[in-house]
């Protein structure tokens, strides 16, 4: 019968029962490695990414609002609080908007408002979107099944004429009629 070793330390395994174990720790190690790599674990179960938005997000509407001659305060009421602002250019507000999405492709926009003083000298904005394309641009939820909410006009050519109904006659307002006085005369 085999003596234990008297220290936990002597303690040695057969040689190949310990090329084993390295090479099952090697592997193991390896595998988690590229775990790191991908977005999803066992290729089904991925971690939750959050949005990240930063910035002012501008909309055609409202650049077209801002015109020469509008103060700083007018500018900062449409646009709101400038992203950045530069101690050295305080002629210059920057409103810079950034959408990272994971497995999206980064949004990214920039609008630069020029002073000339007090008041707008003018704004550089590339091809801002709509309001309503910026928010379809932004929103998670794709439904085909949401309800249409206008006619084109092959539909509303289509639609029967409106039935016209006389209204009733409105309720007398005011003395109607006479009543007999409540005293004899």
């Not at 090697?26 to 290729?43: E, I, P, W």
Request: charged share 25%; net charge positive.
């Amino acid at each position: 019968m085999p003596s234990l070793p008297s220290s936990p330390g002597s303690l040695r395994l057969p040689r190949p029962l310990s090329l084993t174990c390295t090479l099952a720790a090697v592997a193991l190690l390896a595998g988690c490695q590229s775990l790191q790599r991908t977005d999803s674990f066992l290729g089904f179960i991925t971690p939750y990414r959050i949005d990240i938005v930063q910035g002012n997000a501008i909309t055609q509407e409202q650049a077209v609002l801002v015109k020469p001659g509008l103060t700083r305060l007018q500018v900062r009421d449409i646009l709101g609080t400038p992203l950045v602002t530069d101690p050295f250019h305080a002629n210059r507000w920057d409103y810079i908007f950034t959408l990272r999405r994971p497995g999206a492709q980064l949004q990214r926009r920039s609008v630069i408002v020029t002073f000339d003083g007090d008041v707008v000298k003018n704004i550089d904005a590339p091809e801002l979107p709509a309001e309503r394309d910026f928010v379809a641009s932004i929103s998670r939820i794709k439904d085909p099944r949401a309800p249409k909410l206008e006619l084109t006009d092959a539909e509303r050519q289509a639609l029967p004429p409106p039935v016209r109904r006389e209204a009733p006659a409105p309720e007398p307002v005011g003395l109607v009629r006479e009543y007999p006085p409540l005293e004899p005369s």
